[in-house]
């Protein structure tokens, strides 16, 4: 099963500055998708040292657009103010 989890990701370089990753992400998938933030912090553990923004150059590990998890059944959005 492990060739199956490489399979199911890819690579991206960063490749402007001042982008957050939900910038990034919207730009490669080419649309937002909710929790595909959640699911690259989970490919790529030391990302929040880099800070809020993504610095050029940065290489990310992200699932592929098929292999999003966007089951939000039992999700619930929480306001910056909640």
Not at 4 to 27: K, M
Not at 29 to 56: F, H, M, T
Not at 75 to 82: A, H, R, W
């Amino acid at each position: 099963m492990g060739a199956g989890v490489l399979s199911e990701t890819e690579t991206i370089t960063v490749a402007r500055d001042g982008l957050t990753l939900s910038g990034v992400l919207a730009r490669h998938y080419r649309e937002v998708i909710s929790g595909a933030c959640e699911q690259v912090w989970s490919l790529n553990q030391d990302l929040a040292r880099k800070g809020a923004e993504i610095p050029r150059g940065t290489v990310l590990i992200v699932p592929v657009k098929d292999a999003l998890t966007t089951d939000t059944t039992n999700s619930k959005v929480t306001g910056l103010f909640d």
